[in-house]
């Protein structure tokens, strides 16, 4: 078994023909790669070189290692190569606070590019309203999450503590069972408060978007039950319970699907956000998961 530092000098005086230009690209002395080509012949029992007017020329058998000694070299350097990698690879485990449904959040678009850029992190799911991620989030509960709000507003006064990205801004509509539309009337708020309401537990984005409309008008929508999923919600609708808010394009499936009625001219705009600890930014994980979460939204923070 020969040391690494003999076979490269053999490869490297077989590349240059000259002991002086290899001992210049090893970084050592002409004498000592000279020794090492004499030990390596010795040890070997072969003549390995022949010395011409221009330098050194491999013999046949010199020839005949050369391919051997630059495969082990490079099998050398791959193996190390491999291990810096192994450093750089990261590791660990992002949990990841979810809501409303997996195909609206592009939760498979995202977890695939997690998988692809990062094969060893483990992902760790918890589904929950919005206002339950931002709690979870300060309790380092979770590492991100998705988190719904205003356009601008962001986690608002958790601003400080927590940062967010909008990745896409939406509307709610107000929903009622089918045949209600005379009972909507207008469809202004003063009227829609009075009906019956499938309400939502305060952490919701719907609690939030709906008082954010009544309250300045002292207004309170007229409760007759609480869910806190938005299956159950459309459940209710449909049965014939109460009012309840739906993001557009559930609200326009509904109608056409199910013959649900959808308040005109009543709109309560909305901003998906991703939301992380600000001052875990840095942190690979969290760095990892806004490069991915940008390639899936198509583009990065403003």
């Known amino acids: 078994m020969h040391d690494l ?59 005949a290692l050369l391919p051997a000694a630059e495969k082990a070299l490079a099998a050398v350097a791959a193996f190390e190569s491999n291990a810096r990698a192994l450093h750089r690879t990261l590791r660990g485990r992002l949990r990841i606070g979810t809501i409303v449904d997996p195909e609206f959040i592009r939760l498979g678009a995202f977890l695939r590019g997690l998988v692809a850029r990062a094969p060893q992190l483990e992902t760790e799911l918890s589904h929950g309203m919005s206002g339950s991620v931002l709690e979870r989030l300060h309790r380092n509960e979770l590492d991100v999450g998705f988190y719904l709000a205003p356009p601008g507003e962001g986690p608002g006064e958790a601003g400080t503590e927590i940062a967010h990205r909008e990745l896409t801004h939406f509307d709610y509509h107000v929903i009622a069972p089918p045949g209600w539309t005379h009972r909507l009337g207008s469809a202004d708020w003063p009227r829609l408060a009075a009906l019956p309401w499938i309400v939502t537990p305060a952490d919701s984005a719907h609690h939030r978007l709906l008082h954010g409309a009544l309250d300045p008008l002292g207004l309170t929508p007229h409760g007759v039950a609480q869910v806190d999923q938005e299956a159950c919600m459309l459940d209710l609708v449909r049965a014939g319970v109460g009012l309840s808010l739906a993001r557009d394009a559930l609200a326009m499936a509904e109608r056409q699907e199910r013959g649900l009625t959808v308040a005109e ?15 875990r930014s840095e942190e690979p994980v969290i760095a990892e998961a806004l490069e991915v979460l940008a390639s899936v939204w198509g583009h990065h923070d403003d």
């Open 265 to 279: 001219g009543v709109r309560l705009p909305c901003a998906m956000c991703f939301v992380w600890q600000r001052s």
């Open 5 to 63: 530092q003999t076979l490269r000098a053999f490869v490297t005086v077989a590349h240059e023909g000259s002991v002086s230009r290899a001992a210049e690209r090893l970084h050592l002395t002409q004498p000592a790669v000279s020794l090492k080509l004499k030990q390596l012949q010795g040890n070997l029992g072969l003549a390995l070189f022949r010395r011409r007017p221009q330098g050194l020329a491999l013999t046949s058998d010199g020839l």
